[in-house]
């Protein structure tokens, strides 16, 4: 009797944990060929904190937020967004994706790109208003690019054009962020402007969920972290999923042992 109605209370905990979450992602799986990029993974993120998702390169890391976000399709397993699936939630979560992959041999001027966070709310053939426009200067603003909003895209710096990205994620107005590398070479300046805004939308309340290939900077930067290599190695606060053992365990023998432990015991 007692037994059981400790493991009905665990279960109990357990479906209050993903009722809350701003993503729960239970038993995912995802195979681009036969073998599994992503196996068998559990992930149950913190509402407004921010998590880092680290691992090494081809651990799954990217393959997991697209199966999030619906842009891959899983062999199996299920995403929750606050509680309900994807397809009713599509409007409360914002993508930034990693740079290399979007290809801007189209012209299109840096403010257009931010309004392409507002098409949500504008509909198919809804009026750009000046209140549309005024939104979008602002989230150009609060990521110190306001002056650019007329330039093209493409003439921009890699670093500058992820703060657009990152501008047009705000624009949506979400209340879950997911960014795939947003410092990945990108100049001290955009780097700081970033990780302000991402603490900025903490402060406001907000979900961030970032992958990120900076160990040295996980400790400044995130309250909890996701370790994955294909499967899960370890998740929750920096503090005790972030060690040398945890490291280790992800990365085997891609870090130098000396390394793990300088990173995992600087604080
Ligand atoms: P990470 O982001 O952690 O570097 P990815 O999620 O991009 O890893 O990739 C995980 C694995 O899946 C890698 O082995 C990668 O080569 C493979 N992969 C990723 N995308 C594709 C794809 N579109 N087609 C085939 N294999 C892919
Ligand atoms: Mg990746």
Known sequence: MQLSLAKQSKQTAEEAAQATSP?????????????????????TVMPGQMTAIIGPNGAGKSTMLKAALGIVAPVSGRVQVFGRPLDHQRGRVAYVPQR????????????????????????????????HRRIARDCLDRVGMGEFAGRQIGQLSGGQQQRVFLARALAQGADLYLLDEPFAGVDAATEKAIIGVLKMLRAEGKTVVVVHHDLATVRDYFDNVFLINTRKVAEGPVETAFTAETLQAAYGGRLATAQIDQIATSA
């Open 23 to 43: 993503l729960a992602i239970r038993g995912l799986t995802v195979s681009y060929g036969e073998k599994p990029a992503v196996f068998s993974v559990d992930m």
């Open 100 to 131: 290399a992959s979007v290809d801007w041999d189209f012209p299109t001027r840096v403010i257009d790109v931010v309004m392409m966070g507002l098409y949500r709310d504008l509909g198919l053939l809804g009026r750009i208003r000046a209140s």
